[in-house]
């Protein structure tokens, strides 16, 4: 079936400094990739989404870049501030449709 | 905030026992997915309505059910509760009929099966 695989599991910075969160997924079929952020006790919140026909989109801080070939997308967050303390996930359309498949998820810890 | 809501909050239920969690959607949106989140893991899709009828249904059993309602409100229903089905339980709600439009989550429910 399909899946999504998602490194680190964990993953702990400086304040400042850059993270990045790997996805891989099995279904040459998705076209959709958002990822979502997770604090402890909420909702799951969409913070930024690609679809299969761009390579890369960028909001402020965060960038999100797909390589449909390997079927690998990353998302990178630049100068980390304690509050992007949180888990991510990422996640794949099954096929062209609005139903996703989320990965494991990264717990990102920021360290002042 | 969004405009997601799910009741109850936390839920503590026997094994065997059945629960019934509520979704009430976003004003404007049509469609209702269910996720179930354990400890540490990512979301699972569990099924999606549309329109009142399931519009496709991820690897669960069929004691999972559910139903839409007229004002795009959803339940979910559990029969014949298990340890494992402890868990977050999280709706998402978007308007299908538009494009690139997202899902917005609810808060969950934390379901514990004791």
């Known amino acids: 079936g399909e899946n999504v695989e998602q490194h680190p599991s964990t993953l702990s910075v400086q304040e400042g400094d850059s993270a990045v969160i790997k996805c891989t997924y099995s279904?040459?079929?998705?076209?959709?990739f958002p990822w979502y952020k997770q604090e402890l006790g909420k909702r799951p919140q969409l913070i930024i989404d690609?679809?299969?026909?761009?390579g890369e989109k960028k909001d402020q801080r965060i960038a999100v870049t797909l390589n449909k070939t390997a079927k690998h997308f990353s998302l990178h967050i630049t100068e980390t501030q304690p509050e992007d303390s949180a888990v991510y996930f990422c996640a794949a359309s099954i096929g062209n449709t609005d139903k996703l498949i989320f990965g494991t998820g990264t717990r990102l810890q920021v360290f002042p | 905030e969004t405009g997601v809501t799910q009741s109850p909050t936390h839920l503590i239920k026997t094994r065997g026992q059945q629960v019934t969690l509520r979704c009430s959607s976003q004003?404007?949106?049509?469609?209702v997915s269910w996720y179930q989140q354990a400890l540490g893991q990512g979301p699972q899709f569990i099924f999606q309505?549309?329109?009142?009828?399931?519009?496709g249904r991820g690897n669960f059993p069929p004691r999972f059910s559910g139903l839409q309602f007229p004002n795009y409100s959803s339940e979910l229903n559990v029969n014949a509760l298990e340890l494992d089905d402890s868990a977050l339980y999280l709706c998402?709600?978007?308007?299908?009929?538009?494009?690139?439009?997202?899902?917005?989550f609810g808060q969950g429910t934390r379901l514990t099966v004791v």
């Open positions: 998402a709600s978007r308007a299908k009929d538009r494009t690139n439009t997202e899902a917005f």
């Open positions: 690609i679809r299969s026909n761009v």
């Open positions: 309505y549309y329109r009142e009828e399931e519009n």
């Open positions: 004003s404007g949106h049509n469609t």
């Open positions: 279904d040459s079929a998705s076209n959709y």
